[in-house]
């Protein structure tokens, strides 16, 4: 069974440094790929997403993240923090297959919280 | 964001009783889906659909079941809700199935049963 793995449970960083969070999932086929955000009592929000073509996705409010098929890992990145970037993050894969069927339902990771120090 | 909400937002319940939460969207998206989410779990799959009257089951679909009889709405129901079911419930919708499955997510409901 496919299963994504996020690394850090709890990021803590102060205002303008770099964030990288780590995100592997186990899954051998083609995959797409998801970083969702959860702000502080709201619901999950896309933040950007992987389907095709160049490993290196851009996504919303400067969030960057890094496809690398060799390492089954989609880290996200961003070069410089702000403190409204406190949240939740989910980085979630699509794989044919989900569940038995073909409908490639999405599998979570457990989550890693950020808190940005002001 | 997309046109989803759930109904209630809140509630509490006791061990035993019946509870029924409702997803209802207005993007005419043919995928629905329901995950609880707890602390240290991420989201879970407990539901899913894709299209009217046809669901299937996902990760966590013991003591739930689930109905759609129009495009719009997704209905979750805790027949005989128990303590291990609070939590909170994220509907979600998506325009298609497959790998291009990108999903939207309603604003949740906080259920916790006494």
């Known amino acids: 069974a496919q299963s994504v793995s996020q690394h850090n449970h709890h990021v803590i960083l102060s205002e303008a440094a770099s964030l990288e969070l780590g995100c592997n999932y186990s899954y051998g086929g083609t995959v797409n790929l998801f970083w969702y955000v959860q702000y502080p009592g709201q619901h999950l929000q896309l933040l950007l997403k992987?389907?095709?073509?160049?490993?290196l996705v851009k996504g919303i409010k400067g969030f960057e993240a890094e496809f690398i098929k060799s390492k089954f890992s989609f880290n996200l990145r961003k070069p410089s923090v702000q403190w409204s970037d406190t949240a939740e993050y989910f980085c979630?894969?699509?794989?044919?297959?989900?569940?038995?069927?073909?409908?490639?339902?999405?599998?979570f990771g457990k989550g890693t919280k950020l808190s940005v120090k002001p | 964001d997309a046109g989803i909400t759930q109904s209630p937002r809140h509630k509490v319940t006791e061990t035993g009783t019946p509870v029924t939460l409702r997803c209802h969207q207005t993007e005419n998206h043919r995928y629905m889906y329901w995950y609880r989410q707890d602390p240290g779990h991420g989201l879970r799959l407990i539901h899913y659909?894709?299209?009217?009257?046809?669901?299937d089951k996902g990760e966590v679909s013991d003591g739930y079941s689930v109905s759609r009889s129009k495009t719009e709405d997704f209905l979750l129901t805790l027949e005989s809700a128990t303590s291990s079911q609070t939590s909170v419930y994220f509907c979600?919708?998506?325009?298609?199935?497959?790998?291009?499955?990108?999903?939207?997510f309603g604003p949740g409901t906080r259920l916790t049963v006494l």
């Open positions: 992987y389907f095709s073509g160049d490993p």
């Open positions: 979630a894969v699509n794989g044919e297959g989900n569940y038995g069927g073909s409908q490639g339902n999405l599998i």
């Open positions: 659909s894709y299209g009217v009257k046809d669901t």
């Open positions: 979600a919708i998506s325009e298609s199935g497959g790998l291009y499955n990108e999903q939207f």
